[in-house]
């Protein structure tokens, strides 16, 4: 039986035009060719860490254990910043230590190690100012997917920065109260409304009402379903009450913007 190629994801800011994913592969595949990549997006909005780390927890579920994922939006390159790996029970994370995997220390309660990266004969090239995506973390993601132990490249630490994360709230018992986390190419608005706080929220009984900067939103079950092209609102394939336009750019059309709030109530 063949053996299964190692996987390592990338997530970054750095867009298609420039060489630098090419040369961050480049390095890795030198390090270990037995490796499979899957480009996640490098289409982050440069230097916007909150946007890459909801990318990375949107994906990462969805691939085998023991996954490598490699997440570069890192606007504080060559400064004090630590390098860091984050091991859970089935995925690695590697990427800088400034809130980026915030999502998934969320998530990962249950089991979660976090190590700084201070191994430096693992680096293509050691004290590398403005491009450690390709002189530090992928030589890391390439031999830790070869097979080296994780608590070779560095002491594990309980100090990582974590960045702010919303969580819907309820200020009564029939009603919730949550906000935009995610804007996608469509113009669609993501909040951070769970599927299971929404049926929750059925169960304590009446008809669900959705309302964003005063104007009642139709749920819908899907987009197609819409009837006009105003707004409406529907459980997403992330399980999130997401703003829609059919066929139309919801965000551009209505200047929905990240953190804006969204309610439901029961009546």
Same mark, same amino acid.
């Given at each position: 039986?063949?053996?299964?190629?190692?996987?390592?994801?990338?997530?970054?800011?750095?867009?298609?035009?420039?060489?630098?994913?090419?040369?961050?592969?480049?390095?890795?595949?030198?390090?270990?060719?037995?490796?499979?990549?899957?480009?996640?997006?490098?289409?982050?909005?440069?230097?916007?860490?909150?946007?890459?780390?909801?990318?990375?927890?949107?994906?990462?579920?969805?691939?085998?254990?023991?996954?490598?994922?490699?997440?570069?939006?890192?606007?504080?390159?060559?400064?004090?910043?630590?390098?860091?790996?984050?091991?859970?029970?089935?995925?690695?994370?590697?990427?800088?230590?400034?809130?980026?995997?915030?999502?998934?220390?969320?998530?990962?309660?249950?089991?979660?190690?976090?190590?700084?990266?201070?191994?430096?004969?693992?680096?293509? &090239?050691?004290? #590398?100012?403005?491009?450690?995506?390709?002189?530090?973390?992928?030589?890391?993601?390439?031999?830790?997917?070869?097979?080296?132990?994780?608590?070779?490249?560095?002491?594990?630490?309980?100090?990582?920065?974590?960045?702010?994360?919303?969580?819907?709230?309820?200020?009564?018992?029939?009603?919730?109260?949550?906000?935009?986390?995610?804007?996608?190419?469509?113009?669609?608005?993501?909040?951070?409304?769970?599927?299971?706080?929404?049926?929750?929220?059925?169960?304590?009984?009446? #008809?669900?009402?959705?309302?964003?900067?005063?104007?009642?939103?139709?749920?819908?079950?899907?987009? #197609?379903?819409?009837?006009?092209?105003?707004? &409406?609102?529907?459980?997403?394939?992330?399980?999130?009450?997401?703003?829609?336009?059919?066929?139309?750019?919801?965000?551009?059309?209505?200047?929905?913007?990240?953190?804006?709030?969204?309610?439901?109530?029961?009546?």
């Amino acid at each position: 039986m063949l053996e299964r190629k190692s996987i390592i994801t990338l997530t970054s800011d750095f867009g298609i035009k420039d060489p630098f994913v090419g040369q961050m592969k480049g390095v890795i595949l030198n390090i270990n060719p037995n490796v499979e990549f899957v480009d996640i997006t490098h289409e982050i909005t440069p230097h916007n860490i909150k946007e890459a780390s909801i990318a990375c927890a949107f994906s990462y579920r969805y691939f085998p254990p023991r996954t490598v994922h490699l997440v570069v939006v890192d606007p504080g390159v060559g400064s004090a910043r630590r390098p860091i790996l984050v091991v859970t029970e089935d995925h690695y994370f590697i990427g800088p230590d400034n809130g980026v995997f915030s999502f998934v220390y969320q998530r990962e309660k249950r089991y979660l190690k976090v190590f700084h990266i201070t191994a430096d004969h693992y680096f293509l &090239k050691k004290g #590398s100012p403005t491009f450690q995506g390709r002189d530090l973390f992928a030589p890391v993601a390439a031999w830790l997917a070869k097979g080296i132990p994780a608590s070779n490249f560095g002491e594990e630490i309980t100090d990582y920065n974590t960045i702010y994360i919303p969580e819907p709230k309820k200020p009564t018992k029939n009603a919730l109260e949550g906000e935009v986390i995610y804007i996608d190419r469509f113009g669609n608005a993501i909040t951070n409304i769970p599927l299971d706080a929404v049926e929750e929220l059925r169960k304590a009984g009446g #008809s669900l009402r959705v309302v964003y900067k005063g104007r009642e939103l139709p749920m819908k079950a899907h987009y #197609s379903e819409a009837d006009d092209e105003g707004l &409406k609102c529907l459980i997403n394939s992330f399980d999130l009450l997401e703003i829609f336009v059919y066929r139309g750019n919801a965000a551009r059309e209505h200047g929905i913007k990240v953190g804006d709030i969204i309610g439901i109530i029961t009546r």
